[in-house]
């Protein structure tokens, strides 16, 4: 009996010696494992926290005006903005020992597997904030054991590369609280109206319970099911010493107001402008279009909502609803090259294309003031004189002909001024001038304005007739308007990411590529257009708008067959106006033709509004101002019926006074003695 009891235990110390040789290895394997995952989990490095947002867009005021979403919001806030009640209320309800883990539960785990097993399915869940906000960044949400250990480790390198702060940050950004609303900002925002900084306790407890199920515990849902929710999140917080049972009773007994839609969800400001800016990240920043869409970035532009707003108003008012017309405006500050306001077209929704930006079209007379730029380096002033009246131009040696024609086939029949013939805008003139400077001279001047679209060197060029874009025409003509300096159609100022880094801001430089003098003598020469004293065999072009404009201002209208333009500006806002259509279709009304014109006066006048009146102030030396007489641009006597004071050039000034108005009793002026001949203009152009 002894040797069988001896043998017995002798039995069973070898097999308890075999269970614990073998747990040691086992323990061993599993230490091998868990070092090895936490090896490769630190080799792997930190996993990026970035998550889909709302990229946000921005006025030059800072006023939101819209957003890129799928109908998700989400919108990205520093812990530090979170009320401290949500923080406590999420904390003590899915995670309250969140700071004391590194990223497991082990006792809520235990308690889960035994309830899984008793149930044999997956009944409970022990999931930590950790291993939540894991899931929210990388997995899906099915119930699998596969799941599972994905999401155990990427919650082992989520809390071995980030502080506990940033990971629970991270988690109210991302969780989602039902209505298309991502993370606690956007989640304040809907059910309460009001940023996530500024929820009370009654608001927190409540919205700290909707993650749960959002279709149950949603207020907007079930207001019942989110009260019995918010009562056990308060005891919960009781519980966990966040705050007293007198302070809970008192948000229980609150009942807070529910605003239940997105603040920014009908923002639809200028969306030709919002298309435009989309585009230059794309193009200009080289972003891609998942980041532009839901990198959370947040985009501020040059947009002036008064502008506009203006701009939009005088097109929806001008043109005639039933009017097949469609226009482009682009209004920019001269100084910068900051665009204020776009209009791509009529209606955005029944056509995103964008006329201002996109559409190729004729400038027509719109593009006199570069060709006269480019004659002042050839000698001519604003008094040169050139004959108006119908001629056909024979070319290649005779063996083409190019007859154009004025408006309305009326000429002077006689010799005008070149600021006469700016001011009632004299085709003949023009292309005379074109073809003694040489058409490449109007291409290469064309370029030094920064307009890109190819011109074609013939004849007509003086007359429009190569394609420009509206956007390309407003920025030349700023380039008058600030004195000479190269400017760049600039959409955006500032790009911040997700997390508030600045990664791009605008930051243009001040480079001349006009000599100031005769930029300005070209300003000068285009406030012709709104100056009766110019009126000559035509009346000025900016006629009809004279009665109607309060200030000074310098531009130039331009008309082809199926395109009106008109392009005007003070010292603080260059306005380009377009109008036409689609297909190229001749305008016929009357009243369709002086819509460019009427939209230009109307917005600007609008848009300058209790803004200082400006004049245009010549450079400080290169120029000389003198009256003449505006019928032949000679030095006005006391006898001229009208005389107007024009900036030259220095030493381009007349030299000769008029005579043609003199009493022959007195004695007449003579020619200054520094020049007794007849000026260049005279000898070379005996037509």
């Known amino acids: 009996m002894e040797l069988?009891?001896?043998?017995?235990?002798?039995?069973?110390?070898?097999?308890?010696?075999?269970?614990?040789?073998?747990?040691?290895?086992?323990?061993?394997?599993?230490?091998?494992?868990?070092?090895?995952?936490?090896?490769?989990?630190?080799?792997?490095?930190?996993?990026?926290?970035?998550?889909?947002?709302?990229?946000?867009?921005?006025s030059s005021d800072g006023t939101l005006i819209g957003e890129s979403n799928s109908g998700q919001k989400r919108y990205w806030v520093p812990l530090e903005e979170i009320s401290p009640d949500l923080i406590n209320a999420t904390i003590s309800i899915e995670d309250k020992n969140f700071y004391d883990h590194n990223g497991f539960d082990y006792k809520r785990i235990a308690g889960a597997l035994l309830a899984d097993v008793k149930a044999m399915a997956k009944v409970q869940g022990a999931s930590t904030i950790t291993q939540q906000y894991a899931r929210n960044l990388f997995l899906e949400h099915d119930k699998t054991w596969a799941r599972k250990l994905h999401e155990a480790f990427y919650a082992i390198r989520i809390e071995m590369n980030y502080s506990k702060e940033e990971i629970l940050e991270g988690y109210l950004n991302t969780i989602y609280y039902g209505h298309g609303a991502y993370g606690v900002q956007a989640a304040s925002q809907f059910y309460f109206g009001k940023n996530a900084s500024e929820l009370s306790l009654a608001e927190s407890s409540m919205l700290a319970g909707v993650p749960k199920g959002p279709g149950l515990y949603s207020p907007l849902a079930s207001l019942e099911n989110a009260t019995k929710r918010q009562t056990i999140i308060l005891n919960s917080m009781i519980e966990n010493d966040y705050i007293n049972k007198e302070t809970a009773q008192k948000a229980k007994e609150t009942v807070p107001t529910f605003v239940g839609k997105h603040p920014h969800?009908?923002?639809?400001?200028?969306?030709?402008?919002?298309?435009?800016?989309?585009?230059?990240?794309?193009?200009?920043?080289?972003?891609?279009?998942?980041?532009?869409?839901?990198?959370?970035?947040?985009?501020?532009?040059?947009?002036?909502?008064?502008?506009?707003?203006?701009?939009?108003?005088?097109?929806?008012?001008?043109?005639?609803?039933?009017?097949?017309?469609?226009?482009?405006?682009?209004?920019?500050?001269?100084?910068?090259?900051?665009?204020?306001?776009?209009?791509?077209?009529?209606?955005?929704?029944?056509?995103?294309?964008?006329?201002?930006?996109?559409?190729?079209?004729?400038?027509?007379?719109?593009i006199k003031p570069l060709l006269y730029y480019a004659a002042l380096s050839q000698g001519f002033t604003p008094s040169s004189t050139l004959r108006s009246e119908k001629t056909t131009f024979k070319m290649d040696d005779n063996r083409s002909e190019y007859a154009p024609h004025n408006f309305n086939n009326k000429y002077a029949d006689g010799e005008i001024t070149l600021a006469q013939a700016l001011a009632v805008s004299d085709n003949i003139y023009a292309v005379k001038t074109h073809l003694f400077i040489g058409a490449e001279t109007l291409i290469k001047t064309v370029k030094k304005f920064g307009i890109s679209t190819k011109m074609d060197e013939v004849p007509s060029l003086a007359l429009g007739t190569s394609g420009v874009r509206v956007i390309e025409m407003a920025n030349a003509y700023s380039q008058f308007a600030n004195g000479g300096k190269k400017v760049t159609p600039t959409l955006i100022t500032r790009v911040e990411d997700y997390n508030g880094n600045v990664i791009y801001e605008s930051n243009p430089e001040a480079e001349k590529v006009l000599d100031p003098a005769k930029a300005f003598v070209m300003t000068q020469m285009m406030t012709g257009m709104f100056d009766k004293k110019l009126n000559g065999y035509a009346k000025v072009t900016g006629n009809s708008l004279i009665d109607d404009i309060t200030r000074p201002y310098a531009g130039k209208s331009g008309s082809t067959e199926t395109d009106s333009w008109m392009i005007g500006f003070t010292p603080q806002l260059v306005t380009a106006v377009w109008a036409g259509h689609d297909v190229g279709k001749p305008i016929t009304l009357t009243a369709e033709k002086s819509y460019a014109k009427n939209i230009w006066a109307k917005f600007m006048e609008e848009s300058l509004k209790g803004k200082p009146v400006k004049g245009f102030t010549p450079p400080k030396e290169g120029v000389k101002g003198v009256y003449v007489n505006p019928e032949n641009g000679k030095l006005a006597s006391k006898d001229c019926p009208v005389r107007r004071f024009t900036y030259f050039v220095a030493g381009t000034e007349p030299t000769e006074y008029c005579i043609d108005h003199l009493d022959h009793n007195n004695e007449k002026p003579v020619k200054n003695k520094k020049d007794p001949k007849d000026p260049w203009y005279k000898r070379i152009f005996n037509w």
């Open 4 to 58: 069988i009891t001896n043998h017995g235990f002798r039995k069973t110390i070898k097999y308890l010696r075999a269970f614990i040789f073998i747990s040691l290895i086992g323990f061993g394997c599993m230490m091998i494992v868990f070092l090895g995952i936490l090896g490769y989990a630190k080799i792997l490095g930190a996993p990026p926290l970035a998550v889909p947002q709302s990229t946000l867009f921005f």
């Open 265 to 366: 969800k009908t923002v639809e400001a200028a969306p030709y402008f919002q298309d435009a800016v989309k585009n230059a990240l794309k193009n200009q920043l080289k972003l891609n279009e998942q980041t532009i869409a839901l990198g959370g970035l947040k985009v501020y532009t040059t947009l002036d909502l008064k502008q506009q707003e203006a701009a939009e108003k005088q097109i929806q008012e001008t043109i005639a609803s039933d009017s097949e017309i469609q226009v482009g405006l682009i209004a920019m500050d001269p100084k910068n090259g900051h665009v204020r306001a776009m209009v791509g077209g009529r209606d955005y929704e029944q056509s995103p294309f964008n006329r201002a930006v996109q559409a190729v079209r004729q400038p027509g007379s719109t």
